[in-house]
């Protein structure tokens, strides 16, 4: 079972996906971080609170946090030997095309644009799901 790190500062957003995960029956193991700083510590088990396993992770990734941002957080992420190969979607509001052409660009698995609607949320992460199921299969 894949362990999810959310990495977003928007405690509605944070409850979003919570809800949205719930309405999919996504039962993985789920993780909270506010922002780039706090999503490095945590991976590096150098928050001493949050233990998350090293193996099967996948960070759903904000850009736009204070502290550290999306963006920087994955430049730093990426030049990190242990952590580089961890799976990063990116799921913010950006539709900025620098955004996407610089997520992509640090080797990002994906990039989902926040739906308005929470219907269309719940849609949106079922189809995360089922990309994420597939692509885990032996």
């Known amino acids: 079972m894949t362990n999810l790190l959310l990495v977003d500062d928007d405690e509605v957003d944070v409850m979003t996906v919570r809800r949205a995960f719930k309405k999919n029956n996504i039962t993985n193991p789920f993780y909270v971080a506010h922002n780039g700083l706090e999503a490095l510590a945590i991976l590096r088990d150098e928050d ?23 963006i920087e957080f994955l430049r730093e992420l990426r030049a ?6 961890t799976p990063v979607i990116v799921l913010t509001t950006s539709n900025e095309d620098k955004d996407k ?38």
């Not at 396993?53 to 941002?69: A, C, Q, V, W």
């Not at 990190?80 to 190969?85: A, Q, T």
């Not at 949106?124 to 692509?135: C, I």
């Open 101 to 138: 052409v610089e997520a992509y660009n640090l080797n990002v698995a994906g990039y989902i644009l926040k739906p308005v609607t929470f219907t269309k949320f719940v849609e949106a992460v079922a189809t995360l799901n089922q990309y994420w199921m597939l692509s885990e299969m032996p």
């Open 80 to 85: 990190d030997p242990e952590l580089r190969s």
């Open 48 to 70: 001493n609170v949050t233990k998350i396993p090293r193996e099967r992770r996948l960070i759903l990734l904000d850009l736009n946090m204070p502290k550290m941002g999306g």
